[in-house]
C-alpha cells in the first residue's frame, strides 16, 4: 500500500483519487449544463468523461436549456390571467373565445412527464410524452408551443386564437421581456407568428 492510500485508510477518508473523478465529472456536468461546453479535443479531458457521463445516462444526452438573455419588448400576443373567482363569478368571466380555443395541461409523475392539447374548435385531441426528465415548467411551455405548432396545421383564418392554460410559471415567463431558454424563446417566436 503507498502512503497515500494507508494515510486515506486510517482517516477513513476516500482515496484522493475517487474525489478528483468526481469533481471532474461535476464540473464537466455543469460546464455543459450551462452551454459552456465545447469539443476543443473529444478524446482527451472534461470531453472523455463527458462521452463516459452520456453512456452511463441518458439524461446527459439532453439538450440545455440556456442561452444568452434576449428581449422580447413588443410581443404581439396578450397574457391574460384570472383568477378561480373571475373565471365563474360576476363581470370578470372571461369573454366569449372566438375562433382557435385550445386546451393545454401538463404533467409530471414518477413515470416521467407529457403534455396534453384540446382543440375545442377543431375537435383535435394530442398527447405528448417528454420523458423523465423535462421540468414542469418545460413541460407547461411545450405544450403551449404543441398549441402553436396544431394552430399552424389549421387551414383556417387566424385572426383569433386563444390558448387556456393553468401553467401560471410558464404564462408569466411569456410575458417577461427577457429569457434565457432557448424553449421559452421558441414559443415567444411561434407565438408572435400566429399573432401577425
Same mark, same amino acid.
Given at each position: 500500500?503507498?502512503?497515500?492510500?494507508?494515510?486515506?485508510?486510517?482517516? &477513513?477518508?476516500?482515496?484522493?483519487?475517487?474525489?478528483?473523478?468526481?469533481?471532474?465529472?461535476?464540473?464537466?456536468?455543469?460546464?455543459?449544463?450551462?452551454?459552456?461546453?465545447?469539443?476543443?479535443?473529444?478524446?482527451?479531458?472534461?470531453?472523455?468523461?463527458l462521452t463516459r457521463l452520456q453512456k452511463s445516462d441518458a439524461i446527459f444526452n439532453m439538450g440545455v436549456d440556456i442561452m444568452k438573455m434576449v428581449f422580447n419588448l413588443e410581443p404581439k400576443y396578450r397574457v391574460t390571467m384570472l383568477?378561480?373567482?373571475?373565471?365563474?363569478?360576476?363581470?370578470?368571466?372571461?369573454?366569449?373565445?372566438?375562433?382557435?380555443?385550445?386546451?393545454?395541461? &401538463?404533467?409530471?409523475?414518477?413515470?416521467?412527464?407529457?403534455?396534453?392539447?384540446?382543440?375545442?374548435?377543431?375537435?383535435?385531441?394530442?398527447?405528448?410524452?417528454?420523458?423523465?426528465?423535462?421540468?414542469?415548467?418545460?413541460?407547461?411551455?411545450?405544450?403551449?408551443?404543441?398549441?402553436?405548432?396544431?394552430?399552424?396545421?389549421?387551414?383556417?383564418?387566424?385572426?383569433?386564437?386563444?390558448?387556456?392554460?393553468?401553467?401560471?410559471?410558464?404564462?408569466?415567463?411569456?410575458?417577461?421581456?427577457?429569457?434565457?431558454?432557448?424553449?421559452?424563446?421558441?414559443?415567444?417566436?411561434?407565438?408572435?407568428?400566429?399573432?401577425?
Amino acid at each position: 500500500m503507498n502512503p497515500t492510500g494507508a494515510i486515506e485508510a486510517l482517516t &477513513g477518508h476516500p482515496q484522493l483519487e475517487l474525489v478528483i473523478q468526481g469533481e471532474a465529472r461535476s464540473m464537466t456536468h455543469h460546464l455543459w449544463s450551462v452551454g459552456c461546453w465545447s469539443y476543443l479535443h473529444p478524446s482527451q479531458g472534461q470531453s472523455c468523461i463527458l462521452t463516459r457521463l452520456q453512456k452511463s445516462d441518458a439524461i446527459f444526452n439532453m439538450g440545455v436549456d440556456i442561452m444568452k438573455m434576449v428581449f422580447n419588448l413588443e410581443p404581439k400576443y396578450r397574457v391574460t390571467m384570472l383568477t378561480r373567482e373571475e373565471w365563474t363569478t360576476g363581470s370578470g368571466t372571461p369573454p366569449a373565445f372566438k375562433g382557435l380555443v385550445w386546451f393545454t395541461d &401538463g404533467s409530471r409523475t414518477v413515470e416521467g412527464t407529457g403534455d396534453g392539447v384540446y382543440g375545442q374548435s377543431v375537435d383535435r385531441r394530442l398527447s405528448i410524452s417528454l420523458g423523465k426528465y423535462a421540468t414542469v415548467l418545460q413541460v407547461e411551455v411545450y405544450v403551449i408551443l404543441a398549441s402553436v405548432h396544431e394552430t399552424e396545421t389549421q387551414d383556417r383564418p387566424k385572426k383569433y386564437v386563444s390558448i387556456c392554460s393553468d401553467g401560471q410559471a410558464a404564462l408569466k415567463l411569456l410575458q417577461a421581456a427577457k429569457t434565457t431558454s432557448p424553449l421559452l424563446r421558441q414559443c415567444q417566436k411561434a407565438m408572435n407568428v400566429i399573432s401577425t
